[in-house]
């Protein structure tokens, strides 16, 4: 990767904690009880209260009770089993989707750009050559298949907006624009594969495990027989330029959407979930 898209990936970064440090400001806009009047203490202060408060408990006797709330509460979030089962299985799709999703594009950056600077030498680790080649059946396999997983996700949740019985309920209860910029990672990903399947004459016994990719590489190929492999060349550098910047926008996008509540919501579920736990321990 080119050092400018470096640059480019440090700067939305930059932006999406800025986006994430002003909605933090925003919501502690509110109040808090042990503080009485809001207006007597800073948002900024209600924030160090907060952040003195988890580290207090972060690193006392009840860091397993921690440990419980983020298991129970963030990373599978129980509670809204519970409550409402078909949200949470359209939360469960989208949310553990794009988490494996990110970790493996992280990991296989990381084989392929930080890997080979640091000395490593191909046929050294498996897992690593694994992850560093997109050809790969096992990465390409467990790409698409959460590709898969993610759609599922985004087509139910549009199901579970138009069937509300007022449109004003629908908009209330997901996050459209989210919901097409997600789409649009999705269908821009597999433009790029395809494209690239065409433009690298991948051999159809490889290319058959991104089966997502490669489905929609035939495809075009029966439409546009007579593209040449320079042109599918411009095609998937193309798309893969489109799909980059969507990642990019839907990254600053992320604090403003409804799924920032996947990290605020989480951390305010495991202070109110630990507190609860604490006191019943305390009874």
Same mark, same amino acid.
């Given at each position: 990767?080119? /050092?400018? !898209?470096?640059?480019?990936?440090?700067?939305?970064?930059?932006?999406?904690?800025?986006?994430?440090?002003?909605?933090?400001?925003?919501?502690?806009?509110?109040?808090?009880?042990?503080?009485?009047?809001?207006?007597?203490?800073?948002? *900024? #202060?209600?924030?160090?209260?907060?952040?003195?408060?988890?580290?207090?408990?972060?690193?006392?006797?009840?860091? *397993? !009770?921690?440990?419980?709330?983020?298991?129970?509460?963030?990373?599978?979030?129980?509670?809204?089993?519970?409550?409402?089962?078909?949200? *949470?299985?359209?939360?469960?799709?989208?949310? *553990?989707?794009?988490?494996?999703?990110?970790?493996?594009? /992280?990991?296989?950056?990381?084989?392929?750009?930080?890997?080979?600077?640091?000395? !490593?030498?191909? #046929?050294?680790?498996?897992? /690593?050559?694994?992850?560093?080649?997109?050809?790969?059946?096992?990465?390409?396999?467990?790409?698409?298949?959460?590709?898969?997983?993610?759609? $599922?996700?985004?087509?139910? $949740?549009?199901?579970?907006?138009?069937?509300?019985?007022?449109?004003?309920?629908?908009?209330?209860?997901?996050?459209?624009?989210?919901?097409?910029?997600?789409?649009? /990672?999705?269908?821009?990903?597999?433009?790029?594969?395809?494209?690239?399947?065409?433009?690298?004459?991948?051999?159809?016994?490889? $290319?058959?495990?991104?089966?997502?990719?490669?489905?929609?590489?035939?495809?075009?190929?029966?439409?546009?027989?007579?593209?040449?492999?320079?042109?599918?060349?411009?095609?998937?550098?193309?798309?893969?330029?489109?799909?980059?910047?969507?990642?990019?926008?839907?990254?600053?996008?992320?604090?403003?959407?409804?799924?920032?509540?996947?990290?605020?919501?989480?951390?305010?579920?495991?202070?109110?979930?630990?507190?609860?736990?604490?006191?019943?321990?305390?009874?």
């Amino acid at each position: 990767m080119q /050092i400018h !898209y470096w640059v480019i990936h440090i700067l939305i970064i930059f932006g999406l904690i800025g986006g994430l440090i002003f909605k933090t400001a925003t919501i502690f806009e509110g109040s808090i009880s042990r503080f009485g009047d809001r207006k007597t203490v800073s948002k *900024w #202060g209600k924030f160090w209260h907060y952040i003195g408060r988890f580290f207090g408990n972060f690193f006392s006797k009840k860091f *397993w !009770y921690i440990l419980l709330a983020v298991f129970l509460d963030v990373l599978f979030h129980f509670r809204l089993l519970r409550q409402k089962p078909f949200k *949470w299985f359209v939360h469960t799709l989208m949310f *553990w989707g794009l988490l494996l999703l990110f970790i493996l594009s /992280i990991l296989s950056g990381i084989a392929v750009e930080f890997a080979p600077a640091l000395g !490593y030498q191909t #046929g050294s680790n498996w897992f /690593i050559d694994m992850l560093a080649d997109m050809d790969n059946k096992w990465t390409a396999l467990l790409n698409d298949s959460l590709n898969l997983v993610i759609l $599922a996700g985004v087509i139910l $949740a549009l199901i579970k907006g138009f069937i509300q019985k007022k449109k004003i309920k629908m908009f209330e209860s997901i996050d459209v624009f989210l919901i097409c910029f997600i789409g649009f /990672i999705l269908i821009s990903g597999w433009f790029t594969e395809a494209s690239r399947y065409l433009a690298e004459q991948t051999p159809p016994h490889i $290319a058959k495990f991104g089966f997502l990719g490669y489905r929609l590489s035939v495809l075009l190929k029966l439409i546009f027989p007579s593209l040449s492999l320079q042109s599918w060349h411009a095609w998937d550098r193309t798309w893969w330029h489109i799909h980059v910047i969507t990642v990019w926008l839907s990254f600053l996008y992320i604090p403003f959407s409804k799924l920032s509540h996947i990290i605020f919501s989480s951390i305010a579920g495991s202070v109110n979930s630990l507190e609860k736990r604490l006191l019943i321990k305390e009874r």
